[in-house]
């Protein structure tokens, strides 16, 4: 054998002898890796994560399509004017029924609502410091707040918390309550200067009033007969013009020539003044011509509810709005000119900053001290 041939043999032989080796190495690590596998039990794991995954998803989907019917549900509910598909109690007209007066509990939280239901009827008695102008909660939250299409607090009770584009923030029922004190009662003008402060055993009581009126309704469904009927524009718009002699023939009996309400011997009022010194103020959501004309079209003339129609409630709805009334309160609170809190606040149908009859209206008029009788108390009267 030559020393080349010899040498390449035990090169050859070398070689494969490092072949066994690497091959018993690699197959220690893959028995290495096996044993790993099992013991994190990686079958179960990695085939048992894309079974979860799916099961996730399908989830979700049932998640979202429950949202969706449950968002349907409670459409169609207003829509159709039924809530016959729940088990929850209904007036012979189909509207949610609240519970009565007898029902009252008789405890502390008894003793609460009862409270919340005078200060929500005689806010000018019952929660005087904070009211600056001679209405009541109930003169447009019918019948104590129970009247469907009287924008009822059994059909707003479930639906607070919520949003509301007038702050733009999620608003408590506080600060719902708040905001009607602040404009529709004209609290800037109260003896305190301004709504109840946070936390107000008043607002504790309306609420205790509200929850337990809304005793057997559902949350966060928006019931039949909740808000105010929302009208459509007629295609003749509004005018306050024609509105005038709507007002006379239909209106000025309860309300006055002039809108001023009409007080009984003792200075109270028995109907509610419509503009002027001691009515809402405009920031308030009754001085927006659709929402009135909703309010009116279903509610006024006093017991003669949906007689109008929808034209002359429009109508009549501009020309109680086109005259003047307490100023919107963010107006002079944050300096602004009306023009300004205009622009702020009034991107919708009114007549804030509108010449009506030669003079641009909005700056507010204010009422003589001595003659709110907020102080002595609104009578609601009985019907
Ligand atoms: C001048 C009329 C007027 C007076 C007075 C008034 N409100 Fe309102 N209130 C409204 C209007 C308008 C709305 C908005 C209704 C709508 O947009 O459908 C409203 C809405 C509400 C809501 C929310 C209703 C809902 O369905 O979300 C509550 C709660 C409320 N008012 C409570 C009160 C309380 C409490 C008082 C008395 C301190 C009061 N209101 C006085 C006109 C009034
Ligand atoms: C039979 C008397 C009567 C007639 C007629 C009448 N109202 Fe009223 N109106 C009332 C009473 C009473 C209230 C307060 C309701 C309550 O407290 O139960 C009221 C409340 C109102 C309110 C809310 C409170 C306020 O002062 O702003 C408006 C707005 C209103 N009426 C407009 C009208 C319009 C517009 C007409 C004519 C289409 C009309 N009313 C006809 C008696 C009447």
Known sequence: MSEKKQYENETRSGSAVKRWLYAGFGALILSLIIIYLARIDAVNRFMGTADEVGKAQQATEQIEAARKEFLQTSDALSVDNSISGLNIPTDPEGFFAPPN??????NEFGDSIIRGREIFLNPGANATAFVGNSLACANCHLNAGQQAHSAPMWAAAGMYPTYRGKNKKINTMEDRVNGCFTYSMNAPNSPSGGPPPEGHQIYKD?????HWMATGAPNRVDLPGSGYPELD???AGYDAGRGEKVFETQCAVCHGDEGQGRQDMNGRYVFPPLWGPNSYNWGAGMHRVNTAAGFIYANMPLGLPFSLT????????????SHERPADP?????ELSVAQAAEHYHDHKCYYNKEVQGHVIGKGVSADPEAVPSSTGTVVPEH
């Open 310 to 321: 929808e034209q002359e409630a429009w109508d009549v709805a501009a020309y109680i709005n």
């Open 101 to 106: 007066e007898s029902e009252i509990p008789d």
């Open 206 to 210: 309306l609420e205790s009033y509200f």
């Open 330 to 334: 963010r107006q002079p609170d944050e």
């Open 233 to 235: 524009e007629p295609e």
